[in-house]
């Protein structure tokens, strides 16, 4: 059966050509039964092989389709590989992605381009697919690039709006740059082990033993990469601006697809990173501050999607937080949870910007609790989740990263505490501002409040379902779970040397678990007392306020430092150096043949014996390179 | 009775020389015609004397062929001189320079 693993990538790839090629022929009914039917076989393909992969004796498999390139002594296969990580996003990118397009189905319906919009998002999850699926770094770029690619389709998707353009080529410099690490990682790699299969590089890295400089280097290289996908600082700018795409986008970049490739990339060759302690502290410093910065900026944010975005930042951050102290299955359970409530938390922000028209500041809305009764209680669950709440999903990911971190060095934990509250911080007052108190808005948009149709509630409640269970799949020991998804990932994160790691007796474990919870429960209390009868403020604020309000002023930061400086080393280079040097030298090479010309053109006087005597000392000069020379 | 094969490569040599020199000196065309036979035929001697040098007989089937190419040459040239000479009333090569522009 895992032979068949194609079919999980070759479904969303006709969905793709389908809904692509004959956008303007087939019924919108026709495009989204296409769009939703491919990923739902894609996700029941991926059920079928999660659940052989659970039964005792799996062992990961290689699929072999053909040989992609060959160049002497390189030879890349186009292999897919089949195992626990591998399986586990499948059922991420499937399932979650399966409820964005059902949901999209029906929140695109008015719009013009609603062929091209689902050919795009099958295109997306293919490319994601791909690039968990790939045996090698190779197959992992493609996907790498065609996540990428997809997400500039999809944020510049109403492109006759400028800015919306401006977001998504943000989006894809962002990445590029990130890219480029990863691409010159790429061929380190090759030039080091003249491979880059999986299995082989992590043989011969093995090799190598820990504190190798290239392994130093390579790794580094690829969380350029990673953080450019990732959105960690500092290429993080990208992701707040792809809220320019339409809310499902947003919600299947920043829950199932695109930013966790990042994570999964690491936890894929968490054998290289493991050899690297270097290169781990590195991937945990950065995660921890990009966590902090963005939860920072979400507290003051008024933008419902911007919240959600710089969440997701601060979330990934956790993620590299997890990885970078060697936690790799707790980074995976996370993404997971996220996955579920984040993808929960944008939908429901897509309810309600839905139901007031396109509005999107939340000073703007308030006292939607009764108007959106199932939007109101998903919502809530997301928030609970992702503010780690006992027993939400999110409560159990967040938990285990950052009791891995205490493990790792106590300042993490109690930073990444600080952290994990300000997320809880940001999430109820997002949602007490939201949901509660008045309604702020106009009267007009006021009588036009609605719940959204049943193909937008019924993936909010799954995915409610989802972020309330989804972690009891991975209970700690220490609360007496079995910590069933971290056993499953196992035997993926057994290989490779084993990082030490002092072990904590449970109860210290169970300690930190109720005081992070205690403290989250507080702090949302003291936010409901803050936010629950909010008016809006008028008077922009002042000191650190201002500072989180315009994020830090990194945006402007960036443009002073790379945005206007550029082009204006371009127009300096345009004169002194395009046009003196390039261009001299270009019209010198005519100018010179045509004085050469007008000089040599002298020689030919019409006098025999001139030309004679040139033959004659042309050969005796031959002569006598022939006779002395030679 | 045998002479070294020296001797035949000076001797040729030095005809050769004349004819390059009488080439590039002489302006009359019937001067400069002779010395270019003066060279062929100084490639002829040569040719003759490594044939009987080596005790090689294909050089003289080339100088068999050089003599008749220049039978046929010479017929050429001379009615083009011929043909310049009615035309220009000259045969001096310095005043030949129409083909110049």
Redesign the interface.
């Known amino acids: 059966m895992v032979q068949y693993v194609w079919l999980v990538l070759l479904l969303p790839l006709l969905g793709f050509l389908v809904t692509g090629i004959w956008r303007n022929r087939l019924s919108k009914t026709a495009i989204a039964m296409t769009g939703c039917g491919t990923v739902l076989g894609s996700f029941l393909v991926s059920c079928v092989l999660f659940f052989q992969a659970l039964a005792p004796g799996f062992r990961s498999t290689q699929v072999h389709l053909f040989n992609f390139i060959s160049v002497g002594t390189l030879q890349i296969p186009f292999d897919f590989q089949v195992d626990q990580l591998t399986l586990v996003f499948l059922l991420i990118i499937t399932g979650v992605g399966f409820l964005i397009h059902l949901y999209s189905a029906s929140y695109m319906r008015t719009d013009a381009g609603y062929g091209r919009y689902f050919s795009y998002l099958n295109l997306f999850v293919f490319s994601m697919l791909l690039l968990v699926l790939g045996a090698n770094y190779v197959i992992l770029f493609i996907g790498w690039e065609g996540v990428g690619l997809c997400s500039y389709l999809l944020i510049g998707f109403w492109y006759d709006r400028n800015d919306f353009n401006q977001a998504a080529k943000k989006a894809f410099i962002m990445n590029r740059i990130g890219d480029l690490g990863f691409l010159i990682g790429l061929f380190l790699m090759i030039s080091r082990f003249s491979s880059v299969s999986f299995g082989e590089v992590f043989a011969q890295a093995s090799a190598l033993g820990t504190h190798s400089g290239v392994l130093v280097a390579i790794t580094l290289l690829l969380l350029v990469g990673a953080v450019g996908k990732s959105a960690q600082i500092p290429l993080y700018t990208w992701l707040p601006d792809a809220m320019a795409g339409p809310t499902p986008v947003s919600a299947l970049i920043h829950a199932a697809t695109m930013v966790t490739a990042g994570i999964y990339m690491i936890a894929r060759s968490h054998v290289l990173y493991s050899l690297a302690p270097a290169t781990l502290n590195v991937v945990a410093l950065i995660g921890l501050a990009t966590a902090i910065l963005a939860a920072s900026i979400a507290l003051k944010q008024y933008d419902i999607k911007k919240v959600l975005a710089y969440s997701t930042v601060s979330q990934l951050g956790f993620m590299f937080l997890g990885l970078g102290v060697g936690a790799y299955g707790a980074a995976v359970f996370h993404v997971m949870t996220h996955a579920f409530f984040k993808a929960l938390l944008f939908l429901g922000a897509g309810s309600v910007i839905h139901a007031l028209g396109g509005e999107q500041d939340i000073r703007r809305m308030g006292g939607l609790r009764r108007k959106l009764p199932v939007t109101y209680w998903t919502f809530l669950v997301a928030c609970l989740a992702i503010s780690g709440i006992p027993p939400f999903s999110g409560f159990f990911s967040k938990d285990a990263i950052l009791a891995a971190a205490y493990r790792e060095q106590p300042l993490l934990y109690y930073v990444g505490l600080a952290g994990a509250l300000m997320t809880a911080f940001y999430m109820f007052r997002l949602f007490f501002i939201t949901f509660h108190g008045d309604f702020r808005g106009t009267e007009e948009s006021a009588r036009h409040l609605h719940e959204s149709p049943p193909a937008m509630t019924i993936p909010l409640v799954l995915l409610a379902l989802l972020s309330f269970l989804g972690g009891w799949v991975g209970i700690p020991s220490s609360l007496g779970g079995k910590d069933l998804l971290g056993n499953f990932l196992a035997p993926v994160f057994r290989g490779g040397p084993a990082i030490p790691m002092p072990v904590a007796g449970g109860n210290t474990d169970l300690v930190l678990m109720i005081v992070a919870a205690a403290l989250s429960i507080a702090v949302v209390f003291w936010t409901r007392s803050l936010y629950r009868q909010y008016k809006a403020e008028t008077t922009p604020g002042r000191g650190l306020v201002r500072w989180l309000e315009h994020k830090w002023y990194v945006d402007e930061l960036y443009d002073f430092l790379f945005t206007r400086p550029l082009p204006r080393l371009s127009n300096w280079l345009e004169r002194h150096v395009e046009s003196p040097v390039i261009d001299g030298a270009v019209n010198g090479m005519g100018r010179m043949v045509q004085w050469g010309s007008r000089k040599i053109r002298l020689i030919q006087s019409g006098q025999v014996g001139l030309y004679i005597f040139g033959m004659v000392a042309g050969a005796i000069i031959l002569f006598l390179i022939a006779f002395f020379l030679i | 009775m045998d002479m070294p094969v020296n001797d035949y490569i000076f001797l040729s040599l030095a005809l050769f020389c004349i004819g390059?020199m009488g080439?590039?000196i002489r302006?009359n065309a019937i001067i400069i015609f002779m010395c270019i036979e003066i060279m062929l035929n100084a490639v002829n001697l040569m040719l003759v004397a490594f044939s009987k040098f080596h005790h090689n007989a294909s050089a003289q089937i080339f100088v068999f062929f050089i003599m008749v190419v220049a039978a046929a040459e010479v017929s050429v040239g001379l009615a083009i001189i011929v043909m310049v000479y009615r035309h220009s009333h000259t045969v001096d090569?310095?005043l030949?320079?129409?083909?110049?522009h």
């Open positions: 390059v080439v590039l302006r090569v310095g030949m320079n129409r083909l110049k």
